[in-house]
């Protein structure tokens, strides 16, 4: 592998290199860098010195050719505290996956007297101690009840 970038940004879109390809075959493109695509835009488009990002969530649902990239990036929510920005991932004009980040504003950590909020410890008990429920609760009825499973799958039936 030599040092050219993965990709190279063309009035196209951005072309993989070579080495861009996915490790099962010769002509995918590697998620991974389509994640780091997506956030690079993300991060070129709406990023700001104010916010930090909190989160990428990647979702790829279709194979990527080792084609042309585009992303399209547009903001879910301009909060003053949090942001979102989600991103749309194109190979070859096909939509490929989504990106979904999360951007918090940076903040000063409390000095001195100052009391931190803290969240209380929750104690639940363990599957094996917690008693089974009996009834529910009123107002709130269930219309699904447990059952042991068919021995005919649901596809064969």
Known sequence: ?????FFEPTDAGLLPHPDARA???ADMLHGRLLAGVAAW???RDHGEA????????VDLYRSPALSAV????HVVRAGGRVRAVDAVLHVDGNEVGRAST????RSEVPQGDEKVPVT??????????ATPATSMPSGISATWSATAPSPTP???A
């Open 1 to 5: 592998m030599d040092e050219a970038p």
């Open 23 to 25: 490790p099962w075959s």
């Open 41 to 43: 835009e993300v991060e």
């Open 50 to 57: 104010a916010f930090v990002p909190a989160r990428l969530t």
């Open 70 to 73: 585009s992303v399209h990036t």
């Open 102 to 105: 999360l951007w918090l504003r």
């Open 120 to 129: 209380p410890t929750w104690a639940v008990d363990l599957p094996g101690d």
């Open 154 to 156: 649901w596809w064969r």
